[in-house]
């Protein structure tokens, strides 16, 4: 049974290519107003850039700012959920964040969250609200991910797996006993190279209260060539392969974790495929590819599913080739509808000043 000091938050934190990042990290890492902290950089031997040099020109700095320090080298390459994998069994700490190197955390993002879970003891994780700008435009805010996030169900189970909430790393603190617990193996699934927030979260949210604290405490920045966003050859290839790897770690994660009962996985299991269909139809609808639309049409029936009139209305369009323009059009005159809510909204909060 593994034991945690009293007190003490652990940061894990994945670096590959960071060097761009790492002194803002960094940076933002010594501001903390929460003294104990052990920081865990773990960085990918086939980083190119000076990544290493740069985390370990900070060893002296964390130092000194009173937090422990250490640095591990992956030697073997396997992706970000390798890298937290290889940083879980170095984790001493009561509390536990994974913040992206090439993020920030606000300087009371640590403190507040401990109180939060000092203060509920019956509470195994905590959130926060967070702040996404553009990398080159830091100081120009996209959103906040509240904005279409369920932010104030406690039980995030169910919300974790079929997105109605976000999972961004550096937004949660989890108690460290109760992740441990609920990951017997003490490690998470790397081979698939992603997916480590599923893996930590939605383990340690089953039948678990999860606080929300209504402030961004997190500074995620928007960058095209990271891992969420980047296009690896053709976009819509692309983007159904990400679909698929999604669909994969959840069935892992489900088959897995030993709290659910076998109708339990089952059920879960089937639905997410039916999430993961629905997505890959659309994907097909958007792109106009009758063929790929025709056999998840298919894998809907076989699921005695109605894809709905809409969609039956698009997949004959698609073989006609213009489906994807009717959802483009749809897209634009959504945004549209947004983007003036959002400013007679803001005249509104302006007015009442």
Same mark, same amino acid.
């Given at each position: 049974?593994?034991?945690?000091?009293?007190?003490?938050? +652990?940061?894990?934190t994945?670096?590959? %290519?960071? !060097?761009?990042?790492? =002194?803002?990290?960094?940076?933002?890492?010594?501001?903390q107003?929460?003294?104990?902290i052990?920081?865990i950089?773990?960085n990918?031997?086939? /980083?190119?850039?000076?990544? !290493?040099?740069v985390?370990?020109s900070?060893?002296?700095?964390?130092?000194?700012?009173?937090y422990e320090? *250490?640095y591990?080298?992956?030697?073997?390459?396997?992706?970000v959920?390798?890298?937290?994998?290889?940083?879980?069994?170095?984790?001493t700490? $009561?509390?536990?964040?994974?913040?992206?190197?090439?993020?920030?955390?606000m300087?009371?993002?640590?403190e507040?969250?401990?109180?939060?879970? %000092?203060?509920n003891?019956?509470?195994?994780m905590?959130? @926060?609200?967070?702040?996404?700008?553009?990398?080159?435009k830091? =100081?120009?805010?996209?959103?906040?991910g509240s904005?279409?996030?369920?932010?104030?169900?406690?039980?995030?189970?169910? %919300?974790l797996?079929?997105?109605?909430?976000?999972?961004?790393?550096?937004?949660?603190?989890?108690?460290?006993?109760?992740?441990? $617990? *609920?990951?017997?193996?003490g490690?998470i699934?790397?081979?698939?190279?992603?997916?480590?927030n599923w893996?930590?979260?939605?383990p340690? +949210?089953?039948?678990?209260?999860?606080?929300?604290?209504?402030?961004?405490?997190?500074?995620y920045f928007? &960058?095209?060539? /990271?891992? +969420?966003?980047?296009?690896d050859?053709? !976009?819509?290839?692309?983007h159904? *392969? &990400?679909m698929? @790897?999604?669909? $994969?770690?959840?069935?892992?994660?489900?088959?897995?974790?030993?709290?659910?009962?076998?109708?339990e996985?089952?059920?879960y299991?089937?639905?997410?495929?039916?999430?993961?269909?629905?997505?890959?139809?659309?994907?097909?609808?958007?792109?106009n590819?009758? !063929? =790929?639309?025709?056999?998840?049409?298919?894998?809907m029936?076989?699921m005695n599913?109605?894809?709905?009139i @809409? &969609?039956?209305?698009?997949?004959?369009?698609?073989?006609?080739?213009? +489906?994807?323009?009717?959802?483009m059009?749809?897209s634009?005159?959504?945004?549209?509808?947004?983007?003036?809510?959002?400013?007679?909204?803001?005249?509104?909060?302006?007015a009442?000043?």
């Amino acid at each position: 049974m593994r034991s945690f000091e009293k007190g003490k938050v +652990s940061i894990i934190t994945p670096c590959y %290519n960071g !060097e761009p990042f790492l =002194d803002r990290y960094f940076d933002a890492i010594c501001k903390q107003t929460y003294d104990k902290i052990e920081l865990i950089i773990v960085n990918d031997e086939r /980083s190119t850039d000076n990544s !290493e040099m740069v985390c370990l020109s900070w060893k002296p700095k964390v130092e000194a700012r009173g937090y422990e320090f *250490r640095y591990i080298l992956q030697k073997t390459y396997k992706g970000v959920a390798g890298a937290i994998n290889e940083g879980l069994p170095y984790v001493t700490g $009561e509390f536990l964040i994974w913040p992206d190197c090439d993020d920030t955390l606000m300087p009371t993002s640590i403190e507040k969250r401990v109180e939060f879970l %000092n203060r509920n003891p019956d509470y195994a994780m905590v959130r @926060s609200d967070y702040v996404a700008v553009y990398d080159e435009k830091p =100081d120009v805010i996209a959103g906040y991910g509240s904005d279409r996030a369920d932010v104030q169900n406690e039980d995030i189970f169910d %919300n974790l797996i079929f997105e109605k909430t976000f999972c961004t790393p550096g937004c949660y603190m989890v108690r460290s006993s109760v992740l441990f $617990e *609920r990951i017997p193996a003490g490690g998470i699934y790397w081979e698939n190279r992603g997916g480590q927030n599923w893996q930590l979260l939605i383990p340690s +949210s089953y039948k678990n209260k999860v606080g929300y604290i209504d402030e961004p405490l997190y500074k995620y920045f928007i &960058r095209p060539d /990271s891992h +969420s966003h980047r296009i690896d050859g053709d !976009e819509y290839l692309s983007h159904k *392969r &990400r679909m698929l @790897s999604y669909q $994969e770690i959840l069935h892992h994660i489900i088959n897995g974790f030993h709290l659910l009962s076998e109708d339990e996985k089952a059920d879960y299991l089937t639905r997410i495929d039916l999430k993961y269909i629905m997505r890959r139809l659309n994907l097909a609808l958007r792109y106009n590819k009758p !063929e =790929d639309a025709k056999m998840e049409m298919q894998a809907m029936e076989r699921m005695n599913v109605d894809p709905g009139i @809409s &969609r039956k209305g698009l997949y004959l369009l698609c073989h006609l080739g213009v +489906s994807g323009y009717i959802l483009m059009g749809y897209s634009l005159f959504a945004l549209l509808s947004r983007k003036l809510s959002g400013k007679v909204r803001r005249c509104g909060q302006l007015a009442e000043i």
